[in-house]
């Protein structure tokens, strides 16, 4: 489930690297009306995307782009969701991409992340700072180090958005809900 708008109103939503459309898919399927779209830099991962969408019979739309410069207009997408995407690129990186989200999305409109815990809200226990280092090094998560250790919220507020930390989806992993002033 993702956090909707206040005022319910869901028309366009983008999701930022998409990667197989996991969650993209089913962003269609819980808003049949909304023109849905799927984003990756990564070009094998949108053909991908775009034919098992097909094969489901679920009408999204894919475009290789950037999740910093996505073509969108100002103001006119409702819902932008990521997954799994702020520990896989840098610091400068992360604040254009919230920058981006912030710029395309109406008054109101939502930025739903869902992604590790950072700052205050990592979890301390010896094993799991372990398993992070671990997946760290030997996962190539060149990024996820540096993320986990900075504070996502302050970066999402320092674009300007009104930031919450929303409740986890699962085991080890952290929500944000950040909205567009109205």
Known sequence: SVELPRDGKVERVVDL??????L?????ERFPDAEVWGLDIGGPLVRYAHKRAVDLGVPVHFAQRL????????????????????????AE????ICAEAFRILRPGGVFDVTDFHTGDAIPKEPYRRFMRYIDHVYNAERWSHDFV???FLETLRSVGFEVEKGTSRHWGIGVYIARKPE
């Open 67 to 90: 999740a910093e410069d996505t073509k969108f207009a100002d103001d006119s997408v409702d819902l932008v969701t990521a997954y799994i995407l702020f520990h896989e690129v840098t």
């Open 24 to 28: 993209t898919v089913a962003l269609a």
């Open 149 to 151: 250790h900075s504070d």
């Open 93 to 96: 990186a992360a604040k254009a």
């Open 17 to 22: 690297g998409c990667g197989i459309a996991r």
